[in-house]
C-alpha cells in the first residue's frame, strides 16, 4: 500500500521561506511513475491545488498564486518529492497535502491522485 507523508510545516514570517517534503512509502523502485501534486486547505476554505510535477520531473504546473514564488521538486532515487515556498505571504497558511497518482492526466484535479498524505501545516505570520 502506497503511503505519503508530509514533513517541512511550521511557522514563519511573511517573506520567509519553508521547503516541505513528501517521502512516499510502499512504492518500491516505481516512484518515478507516480505524479505527485500539492495541495492546500485553509480554514472555512476549500482544497487547492498548489503544484504538481509528473513522474520524471520534467513537467510541473502551478497555480497562479504561487508562481515564481513556490517551485516544486522530486528525488525519485529517495523517493520523495518536494515543495520550495518562498516570500511566503499570510494568505499562504493553510495544511498542505501531498497526493500521488499513476495515472494523472490533469496534475490541478485532485481526484485524479490516488493517494494523499495526512498533511502538514503551514503557519504565515504577517
Known amino acids: 500500500q502506497v503511503q505519503l507523508a508530509e514533513s517541512g510545516g511550521g511557522l514563519v514570517q511573511a517573506g520567509g521561506s519553508l521547503r516541505l517534503s513528501c517521502a512516499a512509502s510502499?512504492?518500491?523502485?516505481?516512484?518515478?511513475?507516480?505524479?505527485v501534486g500539492w495541495f492546500r486547505q485553509a480554514p472555512g476554505k476549500e482544497r487547492e491545488f498548489v503544484a504538481g510535477i509528473k513522474g520524471a520531473g520534467r513537467t510541473t504546473h502551478y497555480n497562479d498564486s504561487v508562481k515564481g514564488r513556490f517551485t516544486i521538486s522530486r528525488d525519485n532515487s529517495k523517493n520523495t518529492a518536494y515543495l520550495q515556498m518562498n516570500s511566503l505571504k499570510h494568505e499562504d497558511t493553510a495544511v498542505y497535502y501531498c497526493a500521488a497518482g499513476d495515472v494523472v492526466l490533469l496534475l490541478w484535479i485532485g481526484r485524479e491522485y490516488d493517494y494523499w498524505g495526512q498533511g502538514t501545516q503551514v503557519t504565515v505570520s504577517s
Open positions: 510502499g512504492v518500491g523502485d516505481r516512484f518515478n511513475i507516480y505524479s
